[in-house]
Each structure stands twice: as C-alpha cells, then as structure tokens.
Antibody, heavy 119, light 111 residues
Framework: EVQLVESGGGLVQPGGSLRLSCAAS????????MKWVRRAPGKGLEWVAN????????YYVDSVKGRFTVSRDNAKSSLYLQINSLRVEDSAVYYC????????????WGQGTLVTVSS | QSLLTQPPSVSAAPGQKVTISCSGS????????VSWYQQVPGTAPKLLIY???KRPSGISDRFSGSKSGTSATLGITGLQTGDEADYYC????????????FGGGTKLTVL
C-alpha cells in the first residue's frame, strides 16, 4: 500500500523557517517524480514544487522561488521541503504527492502538515 | 483567480446524479489531459480521474470524466453522503511555468 506521511509543520513567525518531511512507503520511491502542493485556508490547491527521480530536475512556483528548497533522499525514501523567509501568505496545509506515470496528475497524496505563519 | 473555472458549489439528493464542470482554454484543457480529485475535509486529496476519463484502480465506476473542447466534466451517479467533499479539476498550461494548475474547487453537498 502506497503511503505518504508528512511532518514538520507548526506555528512560526514571519521570516522564520521550517523543514517539512514526507516519508514514503509501499513503492519504489526512486522511480517517481515527487511534488509539494499546498492548500491555504479558504482557498484551493496550489502546486508548489517538483523534483525528479534523482533530484537533478527541480521546479518551483514563482511565489516561492528563492525561499523554498525541495530535496529528496532516495536511500531513506524521503522528500523534504525547506521553507525560509516565511510569509503570512505561506500559511497552508502542505501535501506531498507522487507524480503519475503520465504528466498532469498526482496519483497518491499524503494527509498534509499544517504551516501557520503568524506573529 | 484560477485559469480553470469551477462552480463554487453544487448539491443533489442521495441517489441522484450530479455533474461538476471545469472550464479552461485552448492552451490547457483544450489540448491537455484533465484530472479530477476529491478532498473530504481533513483528509488527503484522492485522484478520481486521470487522462480525462480513466479511473485509477479502486475508484468506483460511479465517478466518470469527460472532456469536450475547452471544458471538462466530472459526473457522479448514485450520490452517497460520503461523497460530500471538495472536488478539483487539474491540468497544465504551456503558457505557464506551473506543473499542474487546479481549478478553484467545487463543494458538493449531498442533501
């Protein structure tokens, strides 16, 4: 059974940092693109970042470029998102998701971890 | 404001059928695959439909997807109270440096 379990969220002041983690199991992690997606309170889903199978291709939504860093450790079947210079508008539930075998869909998602940015 | 437009809410009675629309343009829905996701409050999003009309293993055939021109539709038959959730369409757009763009979401209420 495919499982994705996020952790690392919390309450942080504007300008602060957090490191989110996603532990994967039930599939060969190193064979898949992985994604971070967020859902802000009262809003819809927003793609945040992509990383390919070996970590050599990384992409971000414009609003987080220079502040967020996605990485992975295939030996540990884990995905990470380092989030720096946090803004109030970054408050959201952050989900990790697995890329589907063709472009344009994410076939498994985690339960999410809540990031709240507030003074 | 998302590139993909969904109705904010739809409702129907148990046992009935409901459709949820997702409207885009020629650079996204009109030329790309569409996917659909269900998110029950407090739970992980779940993939319902990919590549316009394919269901992943384990997804009930009460859920169906279709696409015509620059619009896509999710259909749900035999509505159950457990279908109450937010539903999102998704696709990509060559004019944007975004992996998948999602619709604004539709809240389904089963009356």
């Amino acid at each position: 059974e495919v499982q994705l379990v996020e952790s690392g969220g919390g309450l942080v002041q504007p300008g602060g940092s957090l490191r989110l983690s996603c532990a994967a199991s039930g599939f060969t992690f190193s064979n898949y693109w992985m994604k971070w997606v967020r859902r802000a309170p009262g809003k819809g889903l927003e793609w945040v970042a992509n990383i390919n199978e070996d970590g050599g291709q990384i992409y971000y939504v414009d609003s987080v470029k220079g502040r967020f860093t996605v990485s992975r450790d295939n030996a540990k079947s884990s995905l990470y998102l380092q989030i720096n210079s946090l803004r109030v508008e970054d408050s959201a539930v952050y989900y990790c998701a697995r890329g589907g075998h063709t472009r344009g869909h994410y076939d498994y998602w985690g339960q999410g971890t809540l990031v709240t940015v507030s003074s | 404001q998302s590139l993909l437009t969904q109705p904010p809410s739809v409702s129907a009675a148990p046992g009935q059928k409901v459709t949820i629309s997702c409207s885009g343009s020629s650079s996204n829905i009109g030329s790309k695959y569409v996917s659909w996701y269900q998110q029950v409050p407090g739970t992980a999003p779940k993939l319902l439909i990919y590549e316009n009309n394919k269901r992943p293993s384990g997804i009930s055939d009460r859920f169906s997807g279709s696409k015509s021109g620059t619009s896509a539709t999710l259909g749900i038959t035999g509505l159950q109270t457990g279908d109450e959730a937010d539903y999102y369409c998704g696709t990509w757009d060559d004019s944007l440096s975004i992996d998948v763009v999602f619709g604004g979401g539709t809240k389904l209420t089963v009356l």
